[in-house]
């Protein structure tokens, strides 16, 4: 079957380091996406890796190992504007194409 | 500004009502989604298009139908809502189904 594992919350300070985990279960592992959704909006496109290692994007960094179905999410220098939820997205190969499947997220609160 | 757009942004309607939800984009993306998304939970996807290709996840109630009939404009019909249909509707389009998603804003449906 098809299983995305993250913590329901994290708190973290402003100025700090943070790494939110992902570990998901799938057939036919296609890619990962991190999205960041701020309460009541849509969900953002963050981040993606479909090879193994660290992709850095400005303040955010995201890792991918497949042989451990594991990935993680790094943001430094946190701001206040960055508490929302995380989601990590699995792109999953099912009979006649792909097939998106989103993990609940993680809800990060920034604090002075 | 290239975008996704979704109306309305909340709709109410009666248990039984038949409801229309409508999504546009600018992206001249290929691929258009459906997310339903409810409080704290992952969205879910109810089915997308691939250019004129219809895709049905296979747990998609049958009340929930899908029209695209341009390239730019993707429909999600509710047949009869019921109280457990009360949700957010993401819409999302993609350049192909391998590329990363750009969400709408939402429709926030409530089911009197």
């Known amino acids: 079957g098809q299983n995305i594992d993250q913590p329901t919350e994290m708190t973290a300070t402003e100025g700090a380091i943070v790494q939110i985990n992902c570990t998901y279960q799938?057939?036919?592992?296609?890619?990962l996406f991190w999205y960041q959704q701020h309460a009541g909006e849509a969900p953002t496109f963050l981040s993606y890796?479909?090879?193994?290692g660290l992709e850095e994007k400005g303040r955010f960094s995201s890792f991918l190992s497949r042989s451990k179905g594991y990935s993680y999410l790094l943001l430094k220098e946190l701001q206040m504007k960055d508490s929302a939820s995380y989601l990590c997205a699995v792109r999953d190969r099912k009979t006649g194409g792909f097939k998106t499947i989103f993990g609940a997220g993680t809800r990060l609160f920034v604090k002075a | 500004d290239a975008m996704v757009i979704q109306n309305p942004r909340y709709q109410v309607t009666q248990f039984g009502k038949p409801v229309t939800l409508s999504c546009s984009q600018t992206?001249?993306?290929?691929?258009m989604y459906w997310y339903q998304q409810k409080s704290s939970q992952a969205p879910k996807l109810l089915f997308h298009y691939y250019d004129k290709d219809f895709n049905n996840e296979a747990d998609t109630p049958d009340n929930f139908q899908s029209r695209r009939p341009n390239t730019s404009f993707c429909f999600l019909d509710i047949r009869s809502p019921g109280l457990g249909d009360a949700a957010m509707y993401l819409c999302a389009t993609s350049r192909v189904e391998l590329a990363e998603q750009y969400f709408g804003p939402g429709t926030r449906l409530t089911v009197t």
């Open positions: 992206l001249n993306h290929n691929v």
């Open positions: 799938t057939s036919g592992f296609n890619g």
């Open positions: 890796n479909v090879l193994d």
